[in-house]
């Protein structure tokens, strides 16, 4: 299974970035996908994930009401909607590939993971 991440940079606070994963290797629309955060110095934590088929979300609470995550089966490809960003949302993102169907949130219920996108967000 290969996840290639894009859409990180470097954005103002206040400003709206939106990730992208394209998964390919594996049945896409058979699993859960799920985004992780690692800032400097910091422990990876828990973004956002969806469902295989978009039905449910789980969404983390420093960012809830601001990121969406949502996903095209056709296309292979999950998207982080950020709006309205902070500096704390700085760090690298990664996405990931759920070990079943559902909207996980434990980095031990994900088994294949993307290199990562850079987010930056300036004050």
């Known amino acids: 299974v290969q996840l290639q991440a894009s859409g990180g940079g470097f954005v103002r606070a206040g400003g709206s970035l939106r990730l992208s994963c394209t998964a390919s290797?594996?049945?896409?629309?058979?699993?859960?996908m799920g985004w992780f955060r690692q800032a400097p110095g910091k422990e990876r934590e828990f973004v956002a994930s969806?469902?295989?088929?978009?039905?449910?979300?789980t969404i983390a609470e420093p960012v809830k009401g601001r990121f969406t995550i949502s996903r095209d089966n056709a296309k292979n490809t999950v998207v982080l909607q950020m709006n309205s960003l902070k500096p704390g949302d700085s760090g690298v993102y990664y996405c990931?590939?759920?070990?079943?169907?559902?909207?996980?949130?434990?980095?031990?219920?994900?088994?294949?993971w993307g290199q990562g996108t850079q987010v930056t967000v300036s004050s």
């Open positions: 990931a590939t759920s070990r079943d169907s559902v909207a996980n949130r434990r980095a031990d219920d994900f088994d294949y």
């Open positions: 290797g594996r049945a896409f629309r058979g699993y859960g």
């Open positions: 969806i469902s295989s088929v978009g039905l449910s979300t």
